[in-house]
């Protein structure tokens, strides 16, 4: 069984930042792509960003030179550091993880519960 719990979301004014943190606990033999989506009401939900295991990173283009992805391997844990925001950035930030639990498996992909992200004008 694996966890993603994530945390750092709130309230914040346009123009703000904000970091989000996604930690995976549980029975984690290995992680390659750890990506961040999010959601607006009324929307479908969205690619934000993801990095691999080797820290290459991929970008929604609505936030390429605003926002950050990271990791640390160690930690089992993704960020997103969320700079100059918009209103239409609020919305509910999911993290995912693709996980190998044991040597012999394959990657399954777990989700965390989602943080609220809201920008106001």
């Known amino acids: 069984q694996v966890q993603l719990v994530e945390s750092g979301g709130g309230l914040v004014q346009a123009g703000g930042s904000l970091r989000l943190s996604c930690a995976a606990a549980?029975?984690?033999?290995?992680?390659?792509?750890m990506g961040w989506y999010r959601q607006a009401p009324g929307k479908e939900r969205e690619l934000v960003a993801t990095?691999?295991?080797?820290?290459?990173?991929t970008y929604a283009d609505s936030v390429k030179g605003r926002f950050t992805i990271s990791r640390d391997n160690a930690k089992n844990t993704v960020y997103l550091q969320m700079n100059s925001l918009k209103p239409e950035d609020t919305a509910v930030y999911s993290c995912?993880?693709?996980?190998?639990?044991?040597?012999?498996?394959?990657?399954?992909?777990?989700w965390g519960q989602g943080t609220q992200v809201t920008v106001s004008s």
């Open positions: 990095v691999d295991s080797d820290r290459s990173t």
């Open positions: 549980g029975s984690i033999f290995s992680i390659n792509a």
């Open positions: 995912n993880a693709n996980v190998r639990t044991s040597t012999w498996g394959g990657f399954r992909r777990y």
